[in-house]
């Protein structure tokens, strides 16, 4: 039997194939003035008061201005739209607006509209993310004359400006009751949204009415797009092929890699981020675990190589610390006994603390599994018999929040913040699911500190704070981290120092 | 056949039910939703008041049976991490998931096909062998490497095709042959099979007698039988492309419903969640419900019992 195939009729429809799929594909370029940017994640909403991202905060560092910014060069706050600022009293802050901030629709920033935006946060009804940050400590806010208005404090409070510099971003009178605005966002940044589709992508376009006082006012770049390319394989891809410009939070073994490769460069940068591992110290997981003994938790303190870890595994301009903050933190200058690696030590503090042949338990962990990998063999070293339980955050956070954790290994970004109440006083607060220490005293002081105006106290406080824990060893301190970035060699990127990006700051090289 | 559509149906609710409450069970006992559409830096009020806000401290049970409550009310909720409808949520990724899993479905018959009848006509030989090896890889090659390497070769060094997407129909050639590929020696082993054995049955040899030959044969006497268990095979593989193009979708960066779930199991979007697992469960189901009919249809054996 012989039978006849179409050979012809696949060669045919190969070609026809290859013709229509031959036309080239936009890239992200210098020539289109367009500056495309890989996210990881979804952004949800293009409104920061509804975002608890920090894909959110690095997009609103570009749409919005709050009263006040965090300064790229110091990390200090300082006025945006406020023009000058005042305490009156440690629980009263007059504001003074500029009187050329313009918002996206053409019309003028007034007091009226800080008030509101201010108003609409502390409304319980409004169900925005920001709320729970400023109602704890914001009472009023009412309108002293044109352009001035006054914050009135439930207590003094010295991170007010903090939050108003990354948490609120202003928004025009009526805004969330005007139903009929077309445009996805209407703020007074440098860039203004054209588009947004929700999970693909961002587009932003420069704000040609930006008031030219401001720090961020003159941006080199006209249009910026956020791609959402949640796999990194394909951000790669995307970038050799030109389709994006920027890939962020770049592992160090994938930039060594790809950064070879010939149209990439790498950029290393600070994170405010930190490693640690908590001990429960109280005892909250076990009534009998050996973590409640001082000795025990000097023990792992000594027993851990951060010096190593940090070297070899974190790499970049990544950090050994020794405090539980971050050492760009104001207020992170303890003095306390410092831990150095040292295994004959841990062991013989094994010993003195009743456990000379070691004991079991788990070591939770949720990311860098490499790091907790080494953690875990440093402690198998001094003869503990150590089971890593690695897991998903949302499975973390469940059983740290359950207090059912012995020990685990976590990092803390302190939302970008240069300031020790971001990481100490976060982790060390009486009502705080991530204390595992259960030292009241120190809650205190911690408490004390969030509420003090005085810079010189409040160092004071935190110095102190961070003395007691390093004494009592509740953490074991382990590194900064670093950022690591991949971008196309056209493009100019001054590299962050607290881990945010400020794409405004952008420029394509001559 | 009445009955046996009914206890098929019921069986199939009983499946989604039973996996849609595992899930919700999981999510609660398993992980912290506060806390995670928190995020891992937030502060510890804006988690309570999350906690608060969402009903997280109430009765997982409670919590289960409103949601049903109000699926069978044709509620399906708003989504947790997205603060939309989950209906809406669904109806703006179905699009490119259906797309995807159909354009995916015409690979696998482009190919599976032709290779399992050019098997079955040349048994044992190199055509044959040339056919089996192609379904044997394809069936080994895991479809996030598939994908990036189809994205290196048809993307990045000859960039004939978009990397990641989903605005143009070329963005769907690479994630369909990807997925394509994954079911080709499925079908393609089923064609040969069945391809063989109606070759050999006695109408064929009487067809030959009356003078049918090439083509003819072929697609006219033999295909058109040994087709009809593949059709129900292929019912199948489109539900496995409708609930099952995750890796897919996440590697070519598709809005489609795979991904969804992924950001949705990630962010502890429990309504979203809940939604596609029962639409998945629902589809596979009827699916495989729509292919065993059309068995029972052909077989009387089977309706009989």
């Known amino acids: 039997m012989k039978t006849r195939y179409p050979d012809r009729l696949g060669r045919r429809l190969t070609g026809l194939f290859l013709a229509c799929v031959l036309p080239l594909y936009a890239c992200a370029d210098q020539e289109t003035d367009t500056l495309v940017v890989a996210f990881s994640k979804p952004l949800t909403t293009v409104d920061r008061l509804y975002s608890i991202q920090r894909e959110g905060l690095i997009l609103s560092r570009l749409t919005d201005d709050g009263l006040f910014f965090v300064d790229p060069k110091t990390l200090e ?3 945006l739209a406020a023009a000058s600022y005042e305490w009156v009293t440690d629980t009263q802050l007059d504001i003074t607006l500029r009187d050329d901030v313009i918002f996206h629709d053409g019309s003028r920033l007034t007091a009226e509209d800080v008030v509101y935006t201010f108003e609409w946060v502390l409304d319980e009804d409004s169900d925005t993310s920001r709320g729970p940050v400023i109602q704890r400590w914001l009472d009023s806010v009412e309108t002293l004359a044109p352009g001035r208005v006054r914050f009135n404090l439930k207590l003094p409070y010295p991170m007010a400006l903090r939050d108003m510099a990354v ?30 589709s929700a999970g693909r992508e961002i587009v932003l376009q420069r704000f040609e009415d930006y008031y030219e006082g401001s720090p961020k006012a003159g941006p080199a770049i006209e249009h910026m797009k956020f791609r959402v390319i949640p796999d990194q394989g394909t951000q790669q891809a995307e970038l050799l092929s030109g389709g994006i410009d920027l890939m962020l939070d770049v592992p160090p073994d994938v930039a060594d890699n790809v950064s070879h490769l010939p149209n990439v460069e790498r950029l290393e940068g600070n994170d405010i981020r930190i490693g640690y591992v908590t001990l429960d110290a109280a005892a909250n997981s076990d009534p009998d675990t050996p973590f409640k003994h001082l000795k025990v938790r000097q023990a792992i303190n000594h027993a851990i190589n951060r010096e190593e870890i940090t070297r070899y595994l974190v790499r970049g301009s990544a950090e050994v610390v020794d405090f539980a903050c971050h050492p760009r933190q104001f207020g992170c200058d303890g003095n306390g006994p410092r831990y150095r690696f040292d295994p004959v030590k841990a062991k013989q503090l094994l010993a003195e603390a009743g456990y000379p042949n070691g004991f079991s338990f788990d070591l939770w962990a949720y990311r860098e599994k490499i790091i907790a990998e080494a953690i875990v063999n440093d402690l198998k070293a001094v003869g503990l018999d150590v089971q890593l339980r690695y897991v998903k955050l949302n499975v973390f956070s469940k059983v740290r929040n359950d207090k059912d954790m012995e020990a685990f290994f976590a990092s803390y970004g302190s939302g970008g913040t240069a300031d020790a109440s971001a990481s100490t006083g976060v982790h060390f607060a009486r009502n705080s699911a991530r204390n595992y220490s259960g030292d009241e005293a120190l809650a205190d002081t911690v408490l004390a500190a969030e509420r003090t105006i005085d810079p010189g106290e409040r160092q004071a406080l935190y110095r102190q704070a961070l003395n007691r824990i390093a004494e009592q060893a509740y953490w074991v301190p382990m590194f900064s981290y670093s950022q690591n970035y991949l971008l196309s060699p056209e493009l100019e990127f001054p590299v962050p120092k607290d881990g945010v990006p400020r794409f405004w700051q952008a420029s394509w090289r001559q | 056949m009445l009955n046996y559509v009914l206890r098929r149906g019921f069986m199939a609710l009983l499946v989604a039910l039973t996996v849609s409450f595992g899930t919700f ?19 510890q009020e804006m988690v309570d008041d999350i906690r608060e806000q969402y009903g997280f401290d109430r009765p997982v049970s409670t919590q289960y049976f409103n949601w049903l409550g109000g699926v069978l009310r044709g509620d ?62 394809a069936q080994a090659v895991p479809n996030f490497w598939l994908g990036l390497m189809l994205i290196i070769v048809f993307a990045v060094t000859f960039p004939i095709f978009p990397v990641s997407g989903d605005s143009t129909w070329r963005h769907f050639v690479l ?34 007698a009356k003078g049918f030959i090439g083509y003819r044969l072929i697609l006219q006497q033999a295909l058109r039988n040994a087709l009809l268990p593949i059709v129900s095979v292929l019912a199948v593989q489109l539900g496995y492309k409708l609930g099952g193009s995750v890796v897919t979708e996440s590697v070519f960066s598709m809005n489609g419903l795979g991904r969804l779930a992924v950001e949705s199991i990630f962010n502890s979007d429990i309504p979203t969640v809940q939604s596609l697992i029962l639409i998945f469960v629902l589809t596979f ?6 292919a065993d009919l059309i068995n029972a249809w052909l ?7």
Do not use: C
């Open chain 1, 77 to 79: 706050f300082e006025p």
């Open chain 1, 167 to 196: 948490s609120i971003p202003l928004r025009k009178k009526g805004t969330y009751e005007d139903e009929t605005a077309d445009a996805p966002l209407n703020g007074i940044g440098p860039y203004k949204v054209v588009s947004f």
């Open chain 2, 25 to 43: 069970a999981l999510f609660h006992f398993a992980t912290d939703p506060a806390q995670t559409i928190a995020g891992e830096d937030a502060p």
């Open chain 2, 76 to 137: 399906f909720g708003e989504s947790f991490f997205w603060k939309q409808p989950v209906v809406e949520l669904i109806q703006e990724h179905a699009g490119v998931t259906v797309m995807l899993a159909l354009a995916s479905l015409s690979v696998t018959i482009l190919i599976a096909l032709p290779l399992g009848i050019s098997a079955a006509l040349r048994p044992n030989t190199w055509v044959d062998r040339f056919a089996l090896s192609t379904a044997v890889s």
């Open chain 2, 175 to 208: 994630p369909a042959l990807v997925l394509g590929a994954s079911s080709v020696p499925a079908v393609m082993r089923l064609t040969r099979t069945g391809l063989l054995d109606v070759l050999s049955s006695d109408y064929i040899r009487t067809a030959r």
């Open chain 2, 285 to 290: 189901v009827l699916l495989t419900l729509a």
């Open chain 2, 299 to 305: 077989d009387p054996r089977i309706r009989m019992g």
